[in-house]
Structures are given as structure tokens and as C-alpha cells.
């Protein structure tokens, strides 16, 4: 079994073991099942302050670097749980703390810190732009001191269970802007007054329990004091939070993937075929190792890239690598663990087959696997731009 003592943190990761032990597999099978919201899983971590523990002490939360969020995560998922219920919360905090006004911090952070508020809605994509995000076609017209919103959103998780939300849309149509990721602004948008009046939210049934939604805009009126920041700059908000998003979603995919090798190891030692078991034989043994090995090389970029992150440093190559070979790590030891466990990984009540479907995501969100491919070969390598 594997033991992760040198990843550190280990008061934080051995207190959310605690708390997931309350949540056992047959708690996260129900909820899949159902396609139901883990509202208690969430209320738990909320209360237990982890989901607060990025924003600083002056707003009330623990004010712990990223490292310590990508131990809470990781946790979460080696359990055998899913953060994605809440992870968002995590790095869209951190927009309204970089750029949001005083005013702002003071109104929303401690309430967000003391459970009393949810930011888990992160509005982003589009079904028209998908990932050309600087396409999108949301406006916010500027009216006195409101703004007038008209559009789409779709994959808004979470839009049902969180109480605001970050929106970008575009102030000023692309055309008649000088750079296409100029004329973006981001507002938060508070959803408790605005459902039914001007936000229609439609939840998307997906392969894994996601609370995923189209979000639909029809005049919604927000008040002008809704803008984060400076009217026009969105896109460069959203893009500083991006890195965080990025590394946290790695240390899920480290901690699947973890959780597979372990699931595949107990059961290669204990199930017997031939008379000897299964895991005697290297054709089982070779690809629990190499999964072993593809973790761990991985989770060495998570924790460069964290480390980077919190010495506020340079760490945009470092969070997409994170996040392109965490990704890649889990799926293989998620493919490797059905395969070890043969008929028995596709019965749900082993787990495998729901977890292989909740790690099959990150190959694809929040960030595909091959724009970061396109990102490192354009910005690190120099290559030309392809689209
Ligand atoms: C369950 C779920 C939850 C999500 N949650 C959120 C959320 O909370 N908020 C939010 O804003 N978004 C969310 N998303 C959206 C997610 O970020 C996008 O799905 C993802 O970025 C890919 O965009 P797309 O689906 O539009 O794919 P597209 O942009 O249509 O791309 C389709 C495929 O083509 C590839 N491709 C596109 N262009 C190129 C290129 N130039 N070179 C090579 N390959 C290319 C992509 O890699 C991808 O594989 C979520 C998505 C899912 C499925």
C-alpha cells in the first residue's frame, strides 16, 4: 500500500481522511446513482473550514497556500470521494480577492468563509465559442448604474447549488476592440436574486454525478457594483486564477489515480485464478507498477507547480504540465484498474466503473489535454501558433 508522508501537510490530509470516512463508498454510489448533489459531503468540509482554508485570516478563513488546498483535494479523491461538488470555490475566490474592491472582499469573503455564502458557479464557457473563449458572445450592456445581460452559458456546474456566480461576458463587441481578449469583464452575479428573473438554469445529465447546467441570460439586470475590476479586463482576472484551477484539478487526478492503484493492488494480492493470484503475474503486476510510477512523476509537477505558485513565481508552463500528466496518470491506472479487476470493474458496487467515469473529465475540463499541448508548444517551445 502506498503512503505519501513526503507530500506533507500531512495534519491536513490525515484530518480530511477523517472527514471522508463519514462519507464511504455506498454514500458517493447513492449519489451517482441518483445523480444527486453530496449537499452533506460539502456541508461537512464547509464546516471543517477546508473549503476556506485559501482565503486569508483578515476575511476569516486560514489563509493556507496552494499546497495545502492540493492536500485537501488530493485527500478527497484517494478517499474515494469527488471535490468537484466544491472545488470550484477554492480558485474563484481568488478573482474577488485579487481584483475584487475593498468594498467587495469585505461584503463577500467572510461570508464565503464562514459557510454562510456560496461561489462555486464559474461561468465561462460557451456553446458557440467552446474553447475560443474570447469568441463568446454573452454581453453585458451598461445601462446608468446596472448592467443589462443577454446570452448562454453552458457546463456552469454547481449554477443549482451555489449562491453567486463569476461571469465573464463581453462589454464591448469583439470587433471593435484592438486585442480580442480586451472588452471582457467579469461580474459577480448573485444568484439568490436573480433565478426566475432573467436566469434560467437547466441542469445537463452527464456520464458522472456533476451538477453541470445551461445557464441562460434574458436581460438579467445586475447593479453596476457587480464588476470585478476594471471594466474591459476580465479575460487577464479569469486567466490569473487560471493556474490555480489548473493545479488543484491535478492534485484530484493524483488522487484518483492513487485510489485506483490501491483498489488494483488489493485486489491483484487477493483474487486467485489459477490457484496463485492474480497479481503473481507480471501481465497484472507491470501496469499497477507503471501507473505507480506515472503518479508519482506527476505529482512531482503538481508540487513544483504549487510550490511555484505559492512563491508567487512564474508557474504557467509547470500548473498545464501538472494538469496534462495528472490527467493522462489517472486515466491510465483508471483503465489499468478495470482491467485488473476484469468482470468485477464494471459491477457498480466495486466503485471502479463510477470513478473511471468521474476521471475520464480531466482530459477534457477545464482545460482539454491538447490546447495544453498547443499552449507549451506556442509559449515554451516558441512553435508557431496553430489556430
Ligand atoms: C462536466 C463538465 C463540467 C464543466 N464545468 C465548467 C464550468 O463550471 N464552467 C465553465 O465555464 N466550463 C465548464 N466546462 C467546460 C469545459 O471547460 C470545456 O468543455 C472544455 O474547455 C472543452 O471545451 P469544449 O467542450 O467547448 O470543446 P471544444 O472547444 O468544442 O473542443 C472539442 C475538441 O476539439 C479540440 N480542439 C479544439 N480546438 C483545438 C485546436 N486548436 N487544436 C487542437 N485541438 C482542438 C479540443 O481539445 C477538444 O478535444 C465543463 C465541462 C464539462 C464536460
Wanted: charged content about 25%; overall charge negative.
Amino acid at each position: 500500500m502506498t503512503t505519501h508522508q513526503e507530500d506533507g501537510w500531512q495534519e491536513i490530509r490525515d484530518g480530511v481522511r477523517a472527514l471522508c470516512e463519514r462519507f464511504p463508498d455506498a454514500y458517493w454510489r447513492d449519489k451517482d446513482r441518483e445523480r444527486a448533489y453530496p449537499a452533506e459531503f460539502v456541508a461537512a468540509l464547509t464546516e471543517a473550514g477546508y473549503l476556506a482554508g485559501l482565503i486569508p485570516e483578515t476575511y476569516g478563513g486560514s489563509g493556507l497556500p496552494l499546497s495545502a488546498a492540493v492536500a485537501i483535494l488530493s485527500e478527497i479523491h484517494r478517499s474515494g470521494g469527488n471535490g468537484a461538488a466544491c472545488h470550484a470555490q477554492m480558485y474563484t475566490m481568488g478573482t474577488v480577492l485579487r481584483h475584487g474592491s475593498d468594498d467587495q472582499k469585505a461584503r463577500y469573503l467572510p461570508e464565503i468563509a464562514a459557510g454562510r455564502l456560496r461561489l462555486q458557479a464559474f461561468g465561462v464557457t460557451e456553446p458557440g465559442s467552446g474553447t475560443d473563449t474570447t469568441s463568446l458572445k454573452t454581453f453585458a450592456r451598461r445601462d446608468g448604474d446596472r448592467y443589462v445581460i443577454n446570452g448562454q452559458k453552458i457546463w456552469t456546474s454547481r449554477a443549482e447549488h451555489s449562491d453567486l456566480m463569476l461571469l465573464l461576458a463581453r462589454t464591448t463587441p469583439r470587433e471593435e476592440t484592438a486585442k480580442r481578449t480586451d472588452g471582457l469583464s467579469v461580474f459577480l452575479v448573485d444568484l439568490r436574486e436573480t433565478i426566475g428573473k432573467g436566469i434560467t438554469i437547466r441542469p445537463i445529465r452527464t456520464m458522472m454525478n456533476h451538477a453541470t447546467t445551461e445557464v441562460f441570460f434574458d436581460d438579467l439586470e445586475v447593479p453596476a457594483a457587480a464588476l470585478i475590476g476594471d471594466e474591459g479586463k476580465g479575460f487577464r482576472y479569469i486567466l490569473s486564477g487560471m493556474n490555480a484551477e489548473r493545479i488543484l484539478i491535478a492534485a484530484e487526478c493524483i488522487g484518483d489515480a492513487r485510489w485506483f492503484i490501491d483498489r488494483a493492488t488489493a485486489y491483484a494480492g487477493d483474487r486467485r485464478v489459477f490457484d496463485r493470484p492474480i497479481g503473481q503475474n507480471q501481465g497484472i503486476q507491470f501496469p499497477i507498477a507503471e501507473a505507480y510510477a506515472r503518479t508519482e512523476a506527476a505529482n512531482l509537477m503538481v508540487t513544483k507547480a504549487a510550490s511555484l505558485y505559492d512563491s508567487d513565481q512564474p508557474c504557467g508552463p509547470e500548473a498545464n504540465m501538472a494538469k496534462l500528466l495528472a490527467a493522462e496518470a489517472s486515466w491510465q491506472a483508471a483503465d489499468m484498474c478495470v482491467q485488473t479487476h476484469g468482470g468485477f470493474g464494471f459491477a457498480e458496487e466495486f466503485d471502479i466503473e463510477r470513478k473511471f467515469r468521474e476521471t475520464r473529465l480531466y482530459r477534457v475540463a477545464p482545460i482539454s489535454t491538447n490546447l495544453i499541448l498547443s499552449y507549451l508548444a506556442e509559449h515554451v517551445l516558441d512553435l508557431p501558433r496553430s489556430y
